[in-house]
Protein backbone atom coordinates (compact mmCIF):
# COMPACT_ATOMS: atom_id res chain seq x y z
CA UNK A 1 0.00 0.00 0.00
CA UNK A 2 1.60 3.54 -0.52
CA UNK A 3 0.89 5.48 2.37
CA UNK A 4 2.26 8.82 1.47
CA UNK A 5 3.96 10.94 -0.81
CA UNK A 6 6.83 13.46 0.78
CA UNK A 7 6.78 16.61 -1.34
CA UNK A 8 3.03 16.92 -1.99
CA UNK A 9 2.31 16.29 1.58
CA UNK A 10 3.76 19.29 3.40
CA UNK A 11 1.49 20.99 0.84
CA UNK A 12 -1.74 19.34 1.83
CA UNK A 13 -0.99 19.39 5.51
CA UNK A 14 -0.52 23.17 5.06
CA UNK A 15 -3.59 23.93 2.68
CA UNK A 16 -5.96 21.77 5.31
CA UNK A 17 -5.21 23.85 7.98
CA UNK A 18 -7.00 26.82 6.24
CA UNK A 19 -10.25 26.97 6.54
CA UNK A 20 -11.51 28.17 3.29
CA UNK A 21 -10.05 24.82 1.95
CA UNK A 22 -11.47 22.43 4.80
CA UNK A 23 -14.70 23.69 3.63
CA UNK A 24 -14.51 23.98 0.17
CA UNK A 25 -12.71 20.51 -0.59
CA UNK A 26 -13.66 17.19 0.59
CA UNK A 27 -11.22 15.86 3.82
CA UNK A 28 -7.98 14.61 2.55
CA UNK A 29 -6.39 10.58 3.42
CA UNK A 30 -2.94 10.34 4.17
CA UNK A 31 -2.45 6.87 5.09
CA UNK A 32 -4.97 4.42 5.29
CA UNK A 33 -4.85 1.18 7.31
CA UNK A 34 -7.24 -2.08 7.53
CA UNK A 35 -9.99 0.26 6.64
CA UNK A 36 -9.33 2.82 9.51
CA UNK A 37 -8.43 6.36 7.46
CA UNK A 38 -5.90 9.34 8.31
CA UNK A 39 -6.89 12.77 6.98
CA UNK A 40 -4.49 15.80 6.03
CA UNK A 41 -6.13 17.93 8.79
CA UNK A 42 -5.45 15.79 11.71
CA UNK A 43 -2.07 16.31 10.80
CA UNK A 44 -1.72 20.38 11.47
CA UNK A 45 -1.57 19.94 14.52
CA UNK A 46 1.61 17.98 14.53
CA UNK A 47 3.88 20.65 13.11
CA UNK A 48 4.82 23.43 15.37
CA UNK A 49 5.29 26.97 14.24
CA UNK A 50 8.33 28.13 12.71
CA UNK A 51 9.91 24.63 11.88
CA UNK A 52 11.54 24.01 8.63
CA UNK A 53 10.78 22.37 5.53
CA UNK A 54 12.98 19.46 6.20
CA UNK A 55 12.40 18.77 9.89
CA UNK A 56 8.25 19.60 8.78
CA UNK A 57 8.61 16.68 6.12
CA UNK A 58 10.39 14.32 8.96
CA UNK A 59 7.99 15.03 11.83
CA UNK A 60 4.75 14.41 9.61
CA UNK A 61 6.50 11.03 8.58
CA UNK A 62 7.38 9.72 11.82
CA UNK A 63 3.80 10.72 12.62
CA UNK A 64 2.03 8.87 9.89
CA UNK A 65 4.33 5.72 10.82
CA UNK A 66 3.72 5.57 13.95
CA UNK A 67 -0.07 5.82 13.32
CA UNK A 68 0.08 3.25 10.93
CA UNK A 69 2.12 0.68 13.89
CA UNK A 70 -0.43 1.61 16.24
CA UNK A 71 -3.31 0.54 14.12
CA UNK A 72 -1.90 -2.44 13.12
CA UNK A 73 -1.50 -3.49 16.95
CA UNK A 74 -5.70 -2.16 17.29
CA UNK A 75 -6.37 -4.80 14.61
CA UNK A 76 -4.42 -7.46 15.34
CA UNK A 77 -5.98 -7.35 19.10
CA UNK A 78 -9.30 -6.96 17.86
CA UNK A 79 -9.29 -10.30 15.91
CA UNK A 80 -7.31 -12.07 18.93
CA UNK A 81 -9.03 -10.78 22.02
CA UNK A 82 -12.59 -12.81 22.67
CA UNK A 83 -15.59 -10.47 22.56
CA UNK A 84 -15.49 -10.24 26.16
CA UNK A 85 -12.24 -8.53 26.50
CA UNK A 86 -13.20 -5.65 24.16
CA UNK A 87 -16.69 -4.96 25.69
CA UNK A 88 -15.17 -1.18 27.57
CA UNK A 89 -18.87 0.09 27.77
CA UNK A 90 -18.93 -0.55 31.57
CA UNK A 91 -15.35 0.85 32.04
CA UNK A 92 -16.28 4.22 29.40
CA UNK A 93 -19.42 4.61 31.19
CA UNK A 94 -17.86 4.55 35.37
CA UNK A 95 -14.86 7.29 33.38
CA UNK A 96 -17.67 9.80 31.89
CA UNK A 97 -19.99 9.46 34.98
CA UNK A 98 -16.42 10.23 37.54
CA UNK A 99 -15.82 13.71 34.70
CA UNK A 100 -19.01 14.36 35.10
CA UNK A 101 -19.33 14.22 38.78
CA UNK A 102 -15.92 15.90 38.42
CA UNK A 103 -17.07 19.08 36.73
CA UNK A 104 -20.21 19.59 38.88
CA UNK A 105 -18.41 19.18 42.37
CA UNK A 106 -15.64 21.54 40.78
CA UNK A 107 -18.35 24.33 39.76
CA UNK A 108 -19.90 23.54 43.21
CA UNK A 109 -16.33 24.47 44.59
CA UNK A 110 -16.08 27.58 42.57
CA UNK A 111 -19.26 28.73 43.96
CA UNK A 112 -19.53 28.57 46.75
CA UNK A 113 -16.50 27.50 48.75
CA UNK A 114 -15.13 29.96 51.40
CA UNK A 115 -11.82 30.35 50.36
CA UNK A 116 -10.58 32.68 53.52
CA UNK A 117 -8.37 31.04 55.70
CA UNK A 118 -7.73 33.49 58.93
CA UNK A 119 -4.36 33.60 60.84
CA UNK A 120 -6.47 32.41 64.16
CA UNK A 121 -7.49 29.60 62.03
CA UNK A 122 -3.89 28.57 61.06
CA UNK A 123 -2.32 29.25 64.49
CA UNK A 124 -5.30 27.00 65.99
CA UNK A 125 -4.00 24.36 63.52
CA UNK A 126 -0.60 24.32 63.94
CA UNK A 127 -0.73 24.42 68.30
CA UNK A 128 -3.30 21.41 67.44
CA UNK A 129 -0.39 19.24 65.48
CA UNK A 130 2.52 20.78 66.34
CA UNK A 131 3.85 17.22 66.20
CA UNK A 132 3.14 16.45 63.03
CA UNK A 133 5.15 19.67 61.75
CA UNK A 134 8.84 18.14 62.10
CA UNK A 135 11.53 19.80 59.94
CA UNK A 136 13.43 17.58 57.05
CA UNK A 137 16.55 19.82 57.29
CA UNK A 138 18.10 22.38 59.37
CA UNK A 139 16.92 25.90 59.14
CA UNK A 140 18.46 29.62 59.38
CA UNK A 141 17.66 33.11 59.50
CA UNK A 142 20.51 34.24 57.79
CA UNK A 143 22.24 37.76 56.29
CA UNK A 144 24.73 37.40 54.00
CA UNK A 145 27.15 40.04 51.88
CA UNK A 146 29.78 39.12 49.42
CA UNK A 147 32.71 41.32 48.66
CA UNK A 148 35.87 41.73 46.52
CA UNK A 149 38.78 41.05 48.13
CA UNK A 150 39.47 44.95 47.31
CA UNK A 151 36.53 46.27 48.70
CA UNK A 152 37.20 50.34 50.34
CA UNK A 153 34.18 49.37 52.71
CA UNK A 154 35.32 45.91 54.05
CA UNK A 155 35.77 47.23 57.86
CA UNK A 156 32.35 49.12 57.80
CA UNK A 157 30.64 45.67 56.56
CA UNK A 158 32.06 43.37 58.93
CA UNK A 159 31.55 46.20 61.92
CA UNK A 160 27.63 46.16 60.68
CA UNK A 161 27.46 42.50 60.55
CA UNK A 162 29.39 41.32 63.49
CA UNK A 163 27.24 44.13 65.80
CA UNK A 164 26.11 42.20 68.80
CA UNK A 165 23.55 43.95 69.98
CA UNK A 166 21.57 44.54 66.47
CA UNK A 167 21.51 44.43 62.69
CA UNK A 168 21.37 47.88 60.57
CA UNK A 169 19.59 46.48 57.99
CA UNK A 170 18.65 50.12 56.26
CA UNK A 171 22.56 50.67 56.09
CA UNK A 172 23.64 47.42 54.87
CA UNK A 173 21.38 47.31 52.50
CA UNK A 174 22.59 51.12 51.34
CA UNK A 175 26.01 49.81 51.65
CA UNK A 176 25.28 46.78 49.59
CA UNK A 177 23.57 48.54 46.46
CA UNK A 178 26.73 50.36 46.00
CA UNK A 179 29.46 47.84 46.61
CA UNK A 180 28.44 44.24 47.09
CA UNK A 181 28.44 41.82 44.45
CA UNK A 182 25.74 39.95 46.25
CA UNK A 183 23.44 40.09 49.23
CA UNK A 184 20.63 38.13 51.37
CA UNK A 185 19.45 40.68 54.23
CA UNK A 186 16.02 38.83 54.83
CA UNK A 187 16.58 37.61 57.98
CA UNK A 188 12.91 37.00 59.20
CA UNK A 189 12.71 34.01 56.19
CA UNK A 190 13.83 30.62 57.10
CA UNK A 191 15.80 29.21 54.63
CA UNK A 192 17.66 25.62 54.34
CA UNK A 193 21.22 25.64 55.36
CA UNK A 194 21.85 23.58 52.86
CA UNK A 195 21.05 26.16 50.25
CA UNK A 196 23.03 29.10 52.21
CA UNK A 197 25.79 26.72 51.65
CA UNK A 198 25.35 26.46 47.83
CA UNK A 199 26.07 30.21 47.82
CA UNK A 200 28.03 30.94 50.74
CA UNK A 201 30.83 27.77 50.64
CA UNK A 202 31.38 27.75 54.29
CA UNK A 203 33.05 24.21 55.50
CA UNK A 204 30.45 22.78 58.22
CA UNK A 205 31.06 19.45 59.82
CA UNK A 206 29.02 19.20 62.65
CA UNK A 207 25.61 21.40 62.03
CA UNK A 208 24.79 21.77 65.62
CA UNK A 209 28.13 22.33 66.67
CA UNK A 210 29.11 25.24 64.46
CA UNK A 211 25.28 27.10 65.17
CA UNK A 212 25.92 26.99 68.36
CA UNK A 213 29.18 28.71 68.33
CA UNK A 214 29.15 31.04 65.53
CA UNK A 215 27.00 33.87 65.06
CA UNK A 216 28.69 35.48 62.86
CA UNK A 217 31.68 34.30 60.25
CA UNK A 218 33.97 36.12 57.66
CA UNK A 219 36.05 34.07 55.38
CA UNK A 220 37.99 34.81 51.84
CA UNK A 221 37.98 32.34 49.22
CA UNK A 222 38.65 32.50 45.08
CA UNK A 223 39.40 36.86 45.47
CA UNK A 224 35.43 37.17 47.49
CA UNK A 225 35.27 37.95 51.02
CA UNK A 226 32.09 36.22 52.58
CA UNK A 227 30.56 37.90 55.88
CA UNK A 228 27.94 35.87 57.45
CA UNK A 229 25.70 36.54 60.40
CA UNK A 230 23.28 34.01 61.56
CA UNK A 231 20.26 35.41 63.54
CA UNK A 232 18.39 32.10 64.35
CA UNK A 233 18.72 28.27 64.07
CA UNK A 234 16.44 25.11 64.35
CA UNK A 235 17.83 21.74 63.72
CA UNK A 236 16.53 19.13 61.63
CA UNK A 237 13.90 17.13 63.31
CA UNK A 238 12.92 19.39 65.47
CA UNK A 239 9.58 21.18 65.58
CA UNK A 240 9.36 23.85 62.23
CA UNK A 241 8.07 27.18 62.76
CA UNK A 242 4.77 28.39 61.87
CA UNK A 243 6.28 30.84 59.31
CA UNK A 244 7.52 27.72 57.30
CA UNK A 245 3.75 25.61 57.77
CA UNK A 246 1.59 28.60 56.78
CA UNK A 247 1.05 27.77 53.29
CA UNK A 248 1.01 24.48 53.84
CA UNK A 249 -1.81 24.39 56.24
CA UNK A 250 -3.90 26.55 54.32
CA UNK A 251 -4.05 24.42 51.98
CA UNK A 252 -5.12 21.37 54.26
CA UNK A 253 -7.87 23.80 56.23
CA UNK A 254 -9.19 24.58 52.60
CA UNK A 255 -9.00 21.13 51.81
CA UNK A 256 -10.93 19.90 54.72
CA UNK A 257 -13.67 22.47 53.81
CA UNK A 258 -14.07 20.81 50.18
CA UNK A 259 -14.91 17.76 51.78
CA UNK A 260 -16.86 18.94 54.16
CA UNK A 261 -19.19 20.96 50.88
CA UNK A 262 -18.85 17.93 49.21
CA UNK A 263 -20.30 15.91 51.53
CA UNK A 264 -23.45 18.43 52.35
CA UNK A 265 -24.38 18.88 48.86
CA UNK A 266 -24.37 15.25 48.55
CA UNK A 267 -26.54 14.86 51.71
CA UNK A 268 -28.47 17.72 51.06
CA UNK A 269 -29.22 16.18 47.19
CA UNK A 270 -29.75 12.81 49.11
CA UNK A 271 -32.27 13.95 51.21
CA UNK A 272 -34.07 15.87 48.38
CA UNK A 273 -34.53 13.03 46.02
CA UNK A 274 -35.76 10.71 48.82
CA UNK A 275 -38.26 13.61 49.68
CA UNK A 276 -39.29 13.16 45.62
CA UNK A 277 -39.25 9.53 46.00
CA UNK A 278 -37.24 9.48 42.47
CA UNK A 279 -35.04 5.81 44.28
CA UNK A 280 -36.13 2.68 45.39
CA UNK A 281 -34.46 -0.05 47.15
CA UNK A 282 -35.87 -3.76 46.42
Same mark, same amino acid.
Given at each position: ??R???????? /??????????????????V???????????????V?????????????? @???I????????LI????? @?????????????????? &?????A??????????????S???????????????Q?????????? #? /???? @????????????? @?????????????????????????????R?????????????????F?????? #?????? $?? #??? #???? $?????? &?????? /??????????????K?????????????????????? /??
Amino acid at each position: MRRFRFLPLLL /IVVLAGCGNFARQSERIVVAECYGVKLYADELQYVLPPDIGKMDSLAQV @NAYIDSWIHRQILIHQAEI @NLPAEQLDFSKQLQEYRN &SLVIYAYETQMIEQYLDTIVSDEEIVTYYEEHKESFQLRSTMVRVAY #V /ILDE @NCKQMKEFRKLMS @NRDTLDLPQLDALAEQDAIASYLDVDTWVRLDDLLAKVPIEIYNSESFLKKNRF #VSFEKD $DL #VFT #VRFE $DYLLEK &SVSPIE /IEREGIKDILLLKRKKELLSQMSGALYEKAKKEKVFE /IY
